[in-house]
């Protein structure tokens, strides 16, 4: 068995691993009464399509901002854009809750939050792959003097693969999604997977659980199908975008970036105060503080070496089509999957169902383009007689190192504030994001968002530290 | 005499159509024909990068379309030249002597002879990314002779250089091979590179041989 098919092999273990254990688990599939399965349907629905509406309507007054700034203003900015959906959902529910109020729980709610929060990815995403079809084309047109919103109009379909791309993206993301809908869909906006969790952990239906994850499964592969067209691989020049840019659009990019960090920032003194009138909650803080770390630390590292181990023998090995193209279970049924693991060590098992959950988005978004940029550097590597190990040893791994940390250290600073799949999988308040989500569940959000605070400031510490490494390591 | 046999293979709207070629296994064979006449196609199927059932390439008493791509035993310098961008110059042409596993002290003397000839000791420190076009083309030419290749496969070798070097360049190339006394199919459009370096040429349009 050569390298690159014993890899594959395993890939496909981890990734069925929660399958598998989900066949042990149940008995049989079974579907919940059809109209509480189509109004959770119509639900996720709903989310999805208005959260990518908001998100890609938002994008565009964001973009031209992007186009705007020069090239070192416009990484900070990007940073900044993307801070929102890179951060757990955590604080952006809790950025909400402090300037919203009375906040609107509730589908208006779901939608309202999960747009903003995709807005900024949206808007990154998006103005990357259109910067490299419009440059040439705006230069030109600005030339002739040819007006702005002519230019956009002719423009138009020379984008709409680019836009259907990144709205089933984030389609994808919150059709699906779990934390936001939890805490702030009530009632009345339970989607599928919140539907789920409420068979798995309320009615202990866990037959009609997996059938609803199987529908929610049918549902995202048929998504998934629609056709895109991949954007152009090459970089733009560093100019800006004729006809496009605007200032204006850097003033709408300030405004997003306030809109989420002025409410924080100002409860960070009360949030606190908050934390010093509940009684021996410091002392819970303190006790929970290396556990919170480790599962962070733990996920970071577990993913980093999935994302190195499962890119060796790329691009022969049909593991990244496999990752491309493979659906995980829903968060809840993840998390079902695995309750009764963690009994002896919980730390081991959380965050290793942590780096599992979170694998796949990142590779997706961040290391597979970057593979495929190197397949011209591992054709020749190949013509030379090199074999995949080596490959992999000289050629990849020292250009992904830098991005997989830094990946990495996105996903320990997801797993210091994932809540949603604690709530599955434990019975006890593990680390910091479930203290936090437990007060904020019982309506004490200003200490719930003083705890959001330790997470933030310990999550960045963290990923400076994988991003350090994604320097020191190549 | 190595013979191609069977390179057929249809990309919907254009094929390739060459039932039989033989290529000499010594001196320089250019393969010249206009943009979009199917030099490159060739050159990618040759190479093992795109699947052709059917074909069959037999090197001296082996069918090297039945070996994987690492096997084949090619030398190549693309277009683009790729090199490996992390990778000094030395590096990117040591890289080829750990792929065949040749020995350090002989990849030393190896790397030292090439580096002379091609006029590469002063860039030997330099990262790839900061080379200029000339010094990359050599740097690819020297990785790939260090694999001790069969046959080396130049895709448009010099198309990336100013006309003010691509002259020197080819006589270098020219000169080197005969050294080496490697052969080698020459990928080209530009009717100077025939005049300089092929001893044969063979002319391809719309993905056929005439």
Known sequence: ?474 | MSVVKNLIRDYGNFKLEIPHWEIADQGITALWGPSGSGKTSVFRVLLGLEPCPGLTWDFKGVDLARLALEKRGLGVVFQSYELFPHMNARQNILFAAEAKKIEKAEARSTLSRLGEKLGLQSCFDTKAQLLSGGERQRVALARALMSRPRLLLLDEPFSALDENLRAGARELVRDVLEEENIPAILITHDERDLEVLAQRIQKIQNGRLI
């Open chain 1, 1 to 474: 068995m050569t390298i690159s098919r014993g890899i594959f092999l395993l890939a496909v273990l981890t990734l069925a691993l929660p399958y598998l254990l989900l066949a042990r688990q149940i008995g049989g599939i079974g579907l919940p009464e059809t109209d509480e399965l189509l109004w959770a349907l119509k639900n996720s629905l709903y989310q999805g399509v208005l959260s990518s509406l908001i998100a890609l309507i938002a994008a565009f007054t964001l973009m031209p901002g992007l186009w705007w700034a020069g090239p070192r203003l416009k990484g900070v900015l990007s940073w900044a854009l993307l801070l929102p959906s890179l951060l757990p959902p955590l604080f952006v529910l809790l950025s909400f809750l402090a300037w919203v109020d009375p906040f609107p729980v509730g589908l208006i709610g779901v939608v309202f939050v999960q747009g903003f929060m995709n807005a900024g990815l949206a808007a990154v995403l998006l103005s990357r792959s259109i910067e490299d079809k419009l440059q040439g084309l705006s230069e030109m047109a600005a030339v002739m003097g040819a007006p702005r919103f002519l230019f956009l109009r002719r423009s138009f379909r020379l984008i709409v693969w680019d836009l259907a791309a990144v709205g089933i993206a984030i389609f994808a993301f919150c059709f699906a999604s779990f934390s936001i809908p939890l805490v702030i869909g009530g009632g009345r906006a339970t989607n599928l997977e919140v539907l789920i969790y409420e068979k798995v952990r309320i009615s202990t239906q866990m037959g009609e659980a997996l059938g609803i994850g199987l529908v929610q499964l049918a549902i995202m592969a048929l998504v998934l199908l629609i056709p895109s067209r991949p954007a152009r691989l090459e970089a733009a020049r560093a100019e800006r975008l004729h006809l496009v840019a605007s200032r204006w659009g850097l003033g709408a990019a300030a405004v997003y970036v306030m809109i989420f960090w002025l409410p924080l920032l100002k409860t960070l003194p009360e949030s606190f105060r908050a934390i010093g009138q509940i009684e021996g909650l410091w002392s819970q803080i303190g006790e929970l503080a290396l556990p919170s770390v480790a599962l962070a630390l733990g996920a970071g590292l577990l993913c980093l070496l999935f994302l190195l181990v499962f890119s060796i023998g790329y691009p022969q090995n049909p593991i990244v089509r496999l990752v491309r193209g493979w659906l995980a279970p829903s968060t809840a049924l993840l998390g079902f999957a695995f309750i009764g693991w963690g009994d002896a060590s919980p730390l081991i098992t959380y965050a290793s169902v942590l780096a599992l959950l979170f694998f796949l988005p990142v590779f997706r978004l961040g290391l597979d383009r970057r593979l495929e940029s190197l397949e011209p550097q591992i054709q020749i590597a190949r013509t030379l007689g090199a074999n995949d190990f080596l490959i992999w040893h000289r050629v990849v791994r020292p250009q992904i190192w830098g991005i997989a940390c830094v990946l990495a250290g996105v996903v320990s600073l997801w797993a210091f504030g994932e809540f949603a799949l604690g709530r599955v999988m434990l019975s006890q308040n593990l680390n910091w994001a479930l203290l936090s989500e437990s007060l904020m569940s019982s309506y004490r959000i200003e200490a719930g968002l003083g705890v959001g605070f330790l997470i933030l400031i310990s999550g960045s510490l963290l990923f400076t530290f994988f991003w350090r490494l994604g320097h020191v390591g190549r």
